[in-house]
């Protein structure tokens, strides 16, 4: 077999080239093609080799996909320019195949020794495969972008010196509302020199700047990967906070770094609200006038305003961190304070009267609102309770009660209360099947001291008469004002006989009228002007024992009354007791019948 010339040799290899080779006549006739290029045109050799027009559905179309005019194909510029064409991306659409055929397209003038144009020689390679990972990569940055532009907070992303090579949409806008202009955004820029400008034209707190650059500069450095950071970004007309957070890209080389500003003024705003309602409501508590105790859910005092302090004795450092029993709890109170705070617990609120102790073991009595306080989830987050010290309205109260009950004179028991006694020494003598005694005793002649030394002075002896009344009697037994100058005395379970009781009746009225008959020396006047009056004065006294038989006890009071006159009648000074045992017919008989003596 002969040896293959060396032209023969260099066809074969151009023949089997991987590139694709077309030669053109000048007149765009094909005189060579390579296997390559009828495949990659996708077209057979004798489709190609002497023609100038092909298939008429065969076409180049250019990047966008547009169909190319045959005055625009490689070899027409390369014929009407004479100039050489590289590297143009062009796609091949064949009739017979589904996809494009993407080339890089290089076409070359070859001239002869004197100038003549000879041929055009047009190659190409398959960039088919480039191109649509080319589009794959394309697809997954725009679907990438979208993602960053659907994030409200302003992205940016930095190579590893800093500069912004790509923001998003809320960056843009950022900073087209803060008057930059449209269609710039800072990429290109260095960050640094961005957040400069930014810090001196919002004039933000320096502190945060020199922390932001430091944390920022070691990033780039590759020190950390990663720093948050609250600022400041106030602006002449706007108070705005911002979260920044600047982050290396994790397994990303080069190095990435991405900053995320979210705006968080409205948080802040609502932090300090809270804030300020806390203080409000720290304040308001401390201002209150009464004890103010918070508890944990757990129970523990969390927090005591100053009057609960002042009202126990205790300092805030010794309450705060206790649990029941507290220090201010009496022990004796234990269980009514502890039911009351499980009735708090359990109704969600309760209002208690209880008696607290102070730190120097002083009893006092207060009255405590307490309820338990819910989140907005309706979780316990505590339990507070306000705590009134109400010694000075319990005083009041019984300083009432001693109006209603009491002369305010002599202190002695009035008529309301006597009629009480009375009844209850009716009930007693029932039970008990002894006799009682009932004694009404008027002064004699009080009223001439009256009027010769004045009222004050008739007080004074009103006053002492009560204390003489109260020392002849025993602490069962009662001694009440009955006005005037008049006392009664009840004397509880005397003898279960009569006489016996009579007897006993009449030796304690001889003892009061003894007690009443000895000198009164007063004292009258105010410290300058002091006086001593010396008075003596009488008492008349009718007395009558008394059983179970008698209902009213005003029935008892008018017999007395009566018995009383008659010992006024009969010259004062003296005691008169009725002698008969008293039922029904004795108090009808015995209506009494007062006229002067
Ligand atoms: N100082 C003073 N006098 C009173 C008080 N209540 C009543 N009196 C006076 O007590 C006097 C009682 O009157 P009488 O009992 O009729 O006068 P009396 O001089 O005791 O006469 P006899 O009872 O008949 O002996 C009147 O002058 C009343 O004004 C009082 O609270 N204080």
């Excluded at 074969?12 to 590139?19: A, G, S």
């Excluded at 990047?63 to 091949?92: C, D, F, I």
């Excluded at 201010?328 to 208690?352: C, H, L, N």
Aim: aromatic share 8%; hydrophobic share 40%.
């Amino acid at each position: 077999m002969r040896a293959k010339s060396r032209t023969d040799v260099r066809l074969d290899v151009l023949m089997n080239l991987h590139t694709g080779v077309v030669v053109h006549a000048p007149d765009t006739s094909i005189i060579f093609s390579n296997h390559r290029a009828a495949e990659l045109l996708g077209l057979s050799e004798d489709q190609m080799l002497g023609k100038r027009v092909i298939d008429p559905n065969w076409c180049f179309i250019d990047s966008e996909g547009n169909r190319l005019a045959p005055e625009r194909y490689p070899v027409s510029l390369v014929l009407s320019t004479l100039t050489p064409l590289r590297e143009t991306v062009l796609g091949v659409l064949a009739p017979d195949r589904a996809d494009i055929v993407w080339l890089i397209v290089s076409a070359f003038p070859d001239f002869s020794s004197s100038g003549q144009l000879l041929r055009v020689v047009v190659n190409f390679h398959d960039i088919s495969q480039r191109k649509k990972m080319e589009a794959e990569l394309e697809k997954s940055r725009a679907f990438a972008h979208s993602i960053l532009d659907g994030i409200a907070a302003n992205v940016c992303v930095l190579d590893e010196e800093g500069k912004i090579i790509a923001v998003n949409q809320a960056w843009k806008d950022f900073y087209v509302d803060n008057g930059g202009a449209q269609g710039h955004c800072h990429e290109g820029d260095n960050y640094l020199k961005v957040c400069t400008n930014a810090i001196q034209s919002l004039s933000a707190e320096l502190q945060s700047a020199s922390q932001f650059y430091i944390g920022f500069r070691e990033i780039i450095e590759g020190k950390r990967e990663r720093f948050d950071l609250d600022y400041p970004c106030h602006s002449p007309k706007e108070q705005r906070w911002f979260f920044v957070r600047v982050a290396a890209m994790r397994n990303v080389s080069p190095r990435r770094i991405v900053v995320t500003h979210v705006d968080i003024s409205a948080q802040k705003q609502t932090q300090e609200h809270l804030q300020k309602s806390l203080i409000f409501s720290k304040r308001m508590i401390e201002s209150m006038r009464d004890g103010v105790s918070v508890l944990s859910k757990d129970g523990y005092t969390s927090e005591v305003n100053p009057a609960l302090c002042e009202m126990t004795g205790f300092t805030r450092e010794e309450l705060l961190g206790t649990s029941a029993p507290f220090p201010y709890w009496p022990e004796e109170e234990y269980s009514v304070i502890d039911r009351a705070m499980k009735k708090t617990i359990s109704q969600q609120q309760g209002d208690f009267d209880l008696i607290f102790m102070r730190k120097n073991g002083e009893r006092f009595p207060v009255s405590v609102a307490a309820s338990t306080v819910f989140d907005d989830h309706g979780q316990v987050i505590s339990y507070i309770a306000t705590v009134k010290d109400i010694s000075d309205y319990k005083k009041m109260e019984s300083e009432i009660q001693n109006l209603a009950f009491y002369d305010p004179l002599t202190n002695l028991p009035n008529r309301r209360l006597l009629n009480d006694r009375i009844s209850l020494a009716i009930v007693s003598s029932k039970r008990s099947g002894k006799y009682a005694g009932l004694m009404m005793l008027d002064l004699d002649n009080f009223k001439p001291l009256n009027d010769q030394h004045g009222h004050d002075v008739g007080d004074l002896l009103l006053i002492e008469a009560a204390h003489r009344l109260r020392s002849c009697i025993r602490e069962v037994d009662t001694v009440a004002r009955f006005g005037g100058d008049e006392f009664v005395v009840v004397i509880n379970e005397l003898h279960r006989d009569k006489t016996l009781t009579d007897a006993y009746l009449i030796d304690i009225a001889e003892k009061i009228r003894s007690a009443i008959a000895a000198p009164f020396i007063l004292h009258s006047g105010t410290s300058n002007d002091k006086a001593s009056i010396e008075h003596h004065c009488t008492a008349s006294i009718g007395c009558l024992s008394f059983s179970s038989t008698v209902r009213h006890g005003r029935d008892l009071l008018k017999l007395a009354d009566k018995q009383m006159y008659r010992a006024k009648q009969q010259g004062r000074n003296r005691v008169s007791l009725l002698q008969t045992d008293i039922d029904e017919s004795t108090i009808s008989t015995n209506e009494p019948q007062r006229s002067p003596p």
